[in-house]
DNA sequence: GTATAATGTGACTAAGCAGTCATGTGACCG
DNA sequence: CGGTCACATGACTGCTTAGTCACATTATAC
């Protein structure tokens, strides 16, 4: 938690110290990150990043939970409840996806810290983080079985992992291969993400739809 | 490439030297892993490490390149050239799995390089590696398309980019999930890793495939 | 105006790192 | 024996880092 003078600062240098955090841990890994160049960048002294946070990882730590914080309103906001199950799923992607390449940095940060293999210091966050989203989106294909829309003979905790990889990787993935540029490529330069209009996010949304409804069989069940 | 020196090395000086090394690697991301650290337990001078690789890069890349070398040829061994799609996916999954059970540091160096924010030095290797593997996914799937085995109507470069997060990601995080335990806990203690027998395994995989094959939907299409 | 508290500061510490280099060792050859 | 070559060594350089602390500045209270 960051140190009550942190809140207590006017509020447009508290947002550039945050700016320019977020730029520095979107850029770089957490242990790549420098603290020194976030103070030179936001123009204040070494000591008083020491006034505001208790250390480097309370820091990042603040920033992760403003970025899931501000990720899940985000995508909250945009999801019908009363939905059923594949229309929440595809407005959950259309809404993740709009999200990104709005906020490109805060996004960064989050993802920063979802790797599995990332740093030893980010484990608890990454942990935490993904068997909340695991949890939230096994319940969803509950709601879904007891509607009809899911068959009942998945197993609903793998179904989640797999709807979590489609959300997570797989839909970024084909983005980046479909534009042709690399994640890196992507965040450094946001106009290349203007490349991608609504319509198309719809296009591809609409195919990993087809492929979540009816998998790649064809022969018929 | 490493230096002729190391080529040069009595065998098992050699091999302790890659063990030692592919344990910091597999132990830690690229920069957090450290030269003198793995110097001090091979039991050799930081000046001989200079003569075998030319610097930490090098003997990254050497790793790296013998732990994708061993994995492609220990699936290669286990898929049958004749199988039709899907049974030839199974398979794959399979022997992924084994030998990410077998040769845990070996995987895990290979998945420290495959994480799409990682160290900018390691960006090729994962772009490159990424690309590789995804052309060999799509052309597995117009195989099937040819086959009959697998519809028509997908954008194969996208169902490439979904097995591909299957295999990767989605898999992975429910064998931790299920065995309710970390990554980082399992590379650290391989008997839990012996939890898992062939049984369930095959169990999980049958499970993946059938959403693989016939998707979530409870509608026939 | 003065006292007290809150906040700002940057030189400094201690540690770790990749990479270098002058020197040493030992093996083989003539 | 002397000479040459491949290899081994670890103290050292130069750099960067997170975090500290004695002191300076500003704001608040009376």
Redesign the interface.
């Known amino acids: 938690m960051p140190k009550q003078t942190f809140f207590n600062l006017p509020p447009d240098k508290r947002q550039r110290i945050i700016n320019v955090a977020l730029e520095e841990f979107a850029a770089r890994?957490y242990?790549?990150a420098s603290l020194s160049n976030i103070v030179a960048r936001a123009g204040i002294a070494k000591g008083s990043m020491y006034q505001y946070f208790e250390d480097k990882k309370d820091l990042y730590t603040y920033l992760f939970d403003l970025a899931a914080q501000e990720k899940l309103a985000y995508i909250g906001k945009m999801i019908d409840p009363a939905a059923d199950f594949?229309t929440a799923v595809e407005q959950t992607m259309l809404a993740g996806m709009r999200f990104n390449l709005e906020h490109p940095r805060l996004s960064?940060v989050y993802?920063?810290a979802m790797?599995?293999?990332?740093?030893?210091i980010l484990?608890e966050l990454y942990?935490k983080s993904?068997s909340v989203a695991?949890d939230f989106l096994e319940q969803m294909?509950r709601r879904?079985q007891q509607q009809?829309?899911?068959?009942?003979?998945?197993?609903t905790?793998?179904?989640a992992?797999?709807v979590?990889?489609?959300l997570?990787?797989?839909?970024?993935?084909?983005i980046l291969?479909?534009l042709g540029v690399?994640?890196?490529e992507m965040l450094a330069d946001p106009p290349v993400a203007r490349k991608f209009t609504e319509d198309r996010m719809r296009g591809?949304i609409s195919?990993?739809m087809?492929?979540?409804?009816?998998?790649?069989?064809?022969?018929?069940?």
């Open positions: 890994p242990s790549k594949f960064q993802a920063n790797e599995p293999l990332g740093e030893e484990h942990i993904k695991l294909i879904g009809g829309s899911v068959r009942l003979d998945v197993d905790r793998l179904a992992c797999w979590y990889s489609i997570g990787t797989a839909l970024l993935d084909y291969d479909s690399t994640i890196k591809i195919e990993v087809k492929l979540l409804r009816s998998g790649l069989s064809a022969k018929e069940r």
